[in-house]
């Protein structure tokens, strides 16, 4: 097994086991969505692990907030490090195995939902559909006003992205559609949001209420976009990734998956959607993968050192290039220097 698919299969049963441990929750979408966290992770996210508050890091929103175990265990296989409510390193992880072990119970830090200033690596609360990609147009806005206020010629501060999982539910909300006209109007070529078209929702099939061209649509607001056949295809989202990455205009990336993939009986029906497993299918399902049946929360070497050597290296590259970029900025430009400080602390 490669140690991409490794990575990915660790993504996916970590989330099965959390969900399970919980006995409630929502496994399907993890299972079927793990690519694409590992490829926006792995390849493109410009983050440093060490350093989750770093201004310009590019931005993660898991619209389809009832996915929460998909976030939780990216979070904790990346080694995010933990940050008080003053924004000081506390030097834990962010989320630990026994976080994992603790979603949705009370007073942990792995929620049912994703919440922001609750767990570090969270960029944005995501309970309501629609909320997620709501805000994501909002932080892409903050972005390009960032830009215009505080770049300069050879001091390119802000120049992040924001990458966004979105579910079906999210696009049926009427909320998405204004905010999706929003940033196509003002081509926001930093936004991408990647919609997970797996045509199941809660209740069943999404042709029970839902039939647009969302592609089409999407395309008439002014977005550029693109098709994924199989979520499992590496090789196509990382193209699809790099042409937003290009863009003149916001990108919609639709990808095909299969809920609970791999689950022999609940893969592709609404019964991997909002309730667990069990523990039969659970066992059946690692079979599927190549993975050892009875283990729980396992967390294979050479996981962890692969994302280390990916996101982590890569990120810390750029934060350091990004500091001293910063300290130069505010020899040049002290009064600016000193307003965007203000900023970043809300004391301005």
Not at 172 to 178: A, L, Q, W
Request: proline share 5%; aromatic share 8%; hydrophobic share 35%.
């Amino acid at each position: 097994m490669s140690v991409d698919q490794l990575s990915i299969n660790t993504i996916r049963t970590l989330s099965m086991d959390g969900v399970q441990t919980a006995n409630s929750g929502h496994p399907g979408t993890p299972m079927a969505l793990a690519p694409v966290a590992y490829t926006v992770w792995q390849r493109f996210l410009r983050y440093d692990p060490t350093a989750p508050a770093w201004p310009d890091r590019d931005r993660f929103v898991l619209s389809c907030g009832h996915a929460s175990m998909l976030i939780y265990s990216v979070l904790h296989l990346v080694g995010v490090r933990e940050l008080d409510h003053d924004g000081k390193p506390t030097g834990r992880e962010a989320v630990s195995l026994d976080d994992l072990k603790k979603f949705r119970q009370l007073h942990s830090k792995t929620p049912g939902h994703p919440e922001y200033g609750h767990t570090t690596g969270v960029e944005t609360t995501t309970g309501p559909l629609g909320q997620g990609v709501a805000n994501s147009v909002g932080m892409a806005m903050a972005q390009r006003w960032l830009a215009s206020r505080f770049n300069k010629p050879g001091f390119d501060l802000f120049t992040h992205r924001v990458y966004v999982l979105c579910s079906d539910g999210d696009i049926m909300e009427g909320i998405s559609s204004e905010a999706a006209s929003i940033a196509g109007h003002l081509k926001l070529n930093n936004l991408v949001w990647i919609y997970d078209d797996n045509h199941i929702t809660i209740e069943g099939k999404t042709d029970l209420a839902f039939s647009e061209n969302v592609a089409a649509k999407f395309q008439a607001m002014g977005w550029n976009s693109h098709q994924v056949a199989d979520a499992n295809d590496l090789a196509s989202l990382g193209s699809a990734l790099e042409a937003f990455q290009n863009s003149d205009k916001p990108t919609l990336v639709v990808v095909k998956s299969i809920i609970g993939y791999g689950a022999p009986k609940k893969a592709n029906t609404h019964g991997a959607h909002g309730e667990p497993l069990g523990e039969e299918e659970i066992k059946a399902t690692k079979k599927v993968y190549g993975w050892p049946e009875e283990a729980k929360f396992l967390v294979p070497d050479g996981v962890k050192e692969d994302f280390a050597h990916g996101v982590g290296k890569r990120g810390q590259t750029l934060r350091e290039t990004w500091d001293a970029l910063f300290a130069n900025y505010k020899t040049a430009y002290p009064e600016l220097a000193r307003e965007w400080e203000l900023m970043d602390h809300g004391q301005l």
